[in-house]
């Protein structure tokens, strides 16, 4: 299974942005996916995570009420909608997978098997 995100950029405060993450070697209708972000000099954190249908997704409080992430299973695909970007959401976005997490563990990046290799998001103020 291999992940590709892609569609970060440069934008201003305020704007807002969608990545995606297609995935090639297996049908995600089966896996979880997640996304997480890595800042300059900062620990991977938990972005978002979305259920295999999609029906179940959840968010880190920062970025709750701001981001939503959805699927096209169909096309192989997850995406993350972000809007009123912010500085503090300048980071490199990496999508996860995993056909055996469970939805207490979705934040938790060890429980995901497979990764994408990122794409950067810079948020200007």
């Known amino acids: 299974v291999q992940l590709q995100a892609s569609g970060g950029g440069l934008v201003q405060a305020g704007d807002s942005l969608r990545v995606s993450c297609v995935v090639s070697?297996?049908?995600?209708?089966?896996?979880?996916m997640g996304w997480f972000r890595q800042a300059s000099g900062k620990e991977r954190e938990f972005v978002s995570a979305?259920?295999?249908?999609?029906?179940?997704?959840i968010y880190s409080l920062s970025v709750k009420g701001r981001f939503t992430a959805s699927r096209g299973n169909a096309k192989n695909t997850v995406y993350l909608e972000m809007n009123s970007l912010k500085p503090e959401d300048t980071a490199v976005y990496y999508c996860a997978a995993s056909s055996t997490i469970i939805y207490s563990n979705y934040r938790d990046a060890t429980r995901y098997a497979y990764w994408g290799r990122g794409t950067q998001v810079t948020v200007s103020s």
């Open positions: 070697g297996d049908a995600i209708s089966g896996y979880a």
């Open positions: 979305i259920s295999p249908d999609g029906s179940y997704t």
